[in-house]
């Protein structure tokens, strides 16, 4: 027998082997043989939705301890008329009054509401009230001279310096508060709104903005600095101005930095700039889609800027879904496959597309197997602690992509644990319908 005759016949011999062992289309149905997916695919179960919530609740319960103690004799101080300059914060892995624990507050809010399980409740409760305790003893002790530098406990809420200082707690202390959960808050909430509305860097029609990295820039990221927190200022006081200042907000970012034949946002946007870098960056589009959902939750049904805010929602999340990658996540640069998969940014879109299913804000038939397939992947990345790994750190603004490429990614990235228990919960309550179905291997969800 000649070589090629021979080969022949062993390549034969291969795919008849083979073809015993799978099956072929003749044998077995090969669109339903088992796919080895990067990310489990089928929808998650309650329970097992709840597990993973559990897990990272867990997690950050035991690393943010809510405490004051003594810096010389590490004795926890529990009386505020104890309090001296060696006073205080105890060391813990984040920080209580940083804008991604504001998310995480409002988060906690959340899983409390959606799963009836009051220990996600209490963590807010017990820490916004050991804040309404010390704050203002910190503050008094610093303007009678009793800390000596300017690094202090809890300076961030008492001295704001920039939305991100401001905006996501007082949202989540007015949630807390219209809730039921505090009622001790609104000192604090009066004073950060006043600098969201009164006090940050505005462009002369209203936009909120900053003088950095360059004059008169505005950063996407803004959008959920602020927004949540004039919303909520409209829902708990019932004054119109926050909601039409929210509204606007949308409006003058979006006509300023959506690209609407790609149906995302960039980055950041200068005054002085002829043309601006298009930086697609997927945490701040999160921030941005995220700010609508906030915004649509208590914006009156007949406000004239409620049609708007749907509609440039309703925008985004179609563009959004054209990036999504088919491991479920979404990469750092949403338009630049060679960039990084991200997990902050998956996590909110996750949380995002789903609560607007969830309120019939979007089709749950054409996005809410894009939800799943989000929130699948988001759990690949919760380690044995509880920690959520993949989440880019804290990132300015740049006009060069290596800047957006090498971003670091850590465990100890606060941004991530808000939105991984956000788009738990939601995912949750979406899981409550019982509506995702398999259909001929597909994830499919029917009205």
């Known amino acids: 027998m000649k070589k090629n005759q021979l080969l022949f016949v062993c390549v034969l011999f291969s795919v008849f082997a083979r073809a015993q062992k799978t099956g072929n289309d003749v044998t077995a149905p090969l669109h339903a043989m088992k796919v080895d997916y990067p990310v489990p695919y089928q929808p998650m179960a309650k329970d097992e939705i709840k597990k993973v919530l559990d897990k990272v609740f867990n997690y950050l319960d035991a690393v943010t301890p809510a405490q004051m103690i003594n810096k010389k004799t590490n004795e926890i101080v529990t009386d505020v008329t104890k309090i001296d300059s060696n006073t205080t914060l105890q060391k813990a892995d984040f920080r209580l009054t940083s804008y991604e624990w504001g998310v995480t507050y409002s988060a906690m809010l959340w899983a409390g509401e959606i799963t009836g399980d009051k220990k996600y409740t209490n963590y807010v409760k017990d820490r916004f009230n050991f804040l309404s305790t010390w704050i203002p003893a910190v503050k008094k002790l610093k303007i009678a001279g009793g800390y000596s530098n300017n ?22 202390m007015i ?130 800027g409620r049609a708007y805010v749907l509609q ?29 998969l991200e997990t902050s940014a998956t996590a909110i879109y996750a949380y995002c597309i789903a609560h607007a299913c969830n309120n019939g804000w979007l089709n749950p038939v054409t ?69 995702f179905k398999m259909n001929d291997s597909s994830v499919q969800y029917y009205e």
Not at 235 to 241: E, P, R, S, W
């Open 312 to 340: 440039q929602l309703k925008a985004h999340a179609k563009g959004l879904a054209s990036y999504q990658s088919g491991s479920g996540f979404w990469h750092q640069l949403l338009d630049r496959e060679d960039s990084y």
């Open 367 to 435: 996005y809410a197997p894009m939800a799943s397939l989000a929130w699948n992947a988001v759990t690949t990345k919760i380690n044995d602690m509880g920690q959520v790994e993949g989440t880019c750190v804290g990132t300015g603004m740049a006009f060069d992509p290596a800047f957006y490429y090498h971003r670091p990614v850590n465990v100890f990235a606060a941004h991530g644990y808000g939105p991984v228990i956000l788009a738990g919960a939601e995912m949750y309550k979406m899981a409550e319908k019982n509506k």
């Open 151 to 172: 690094n202090y406990p809890l300076k961030q809420p008492i001295e704001p310096h920039a939305l991100d200082d401001a905006g996501a707690v007082c949202a989540a």
């Open 175 to 304: 949630k807390a508060t219209t809730a039921g959960v505090n009622n001790n808050l609104r000192s604090q909430i009066d004073h950060l709104i006043d600098w969201v509305a009164n006090k940050e860097f505005r462009f002369k029609d209203g936009t909120l903005a900053r003088n950095r990295p360059q004059k008169s820039t505005l950063w996407l990221d803004d959008l959920y600095m602020g927004v949540p927190s004039l919303a909520q200022m409209g829902k708990l006081t019932g004054d119109k101005k926050y909601f039409d200042d929210a509204v606007n907000q949308i409006k003058l970012f979006s006509q300023r930095m959506f690209i609407k034949e790609k149906g995302v946002y960039m980055h950041g946007w200068v005054e002085s700039m002829e043309t601006h870098p298009e930086f697609k960056w997927a945490r701040a589009n999160g921030w941005a889609i995220m700010a609508m959902c906030e915004l649509l939750d208590v914006l009156p049904e007949n406000h004239e």
